[in-house]
């Protein structure tokens, strides 16, 4: 069973940084799509970015562009999710997922396999 380790949440400040580690077990993340999301309590969960597991190309919504970075290490099987200049606004769940098509895209229902998440809170 596919099966990921998420570490790196937590509370920043506003403007800090926090970088997010999805670590993959009994498969490796080269053969599948990698996403990011974020879910608000009552609110949907959305996309943040996604990396292509045959290209290396990256996609971010625009509300990070910019602040979030996407990268892949396959010799260590893990994703990260560098983000910089936190805004409370970005205070959510953060999910990693994967699904078996490579192509880009950062929506929820096209993606198969789900962590558990990791917190991050934005706040002074």
């Known amino acids: 069973q596919l099966r990921f380790v998420e570490s790196g949440g937590g509370l920043v400040q506003p403007g800090g940084s926090l970088i997010l580690s999805c670590a993959a077990s009994?498969?490796?993340?080269?053969?599948?799509?990698i996403g990011w999301f974020r879910q608000a309590p009552g609110k949907e969960r959305e996309g943040v970015s996604c990396?292509?597991?045959?290209?290396?190309?990256?996609y971010y919504a625009s509300s990070v562009k910019g602040r979030f970075t996407i990268s892949r290490d396959n010799a260590k099987n893990t994703v990260y999710l560098q983000m910089n200049s936190l805004r409370p606004e970005d205070t959510a769940v953060y999910y990693c997922?994967?699904?078996?098509?490579?192509?880009?895209?950062?929506?929820?229902?096209?993606?198969?396999?789900w962590g558990q998440g990791t917190q991050v809170t934005v706040s002074s």
């Open positions: 997922a994967a699904r078996l098509r490579k192509d880009l895209t950062i929506t929820p229902q096209l993606y198969d396999y």
């Open positions: 009994a498969f490796s993340l080269d053969s599948y799509g």
């Open positions: 990396i292509s597991g045959n290209t290396g190309g990256t």
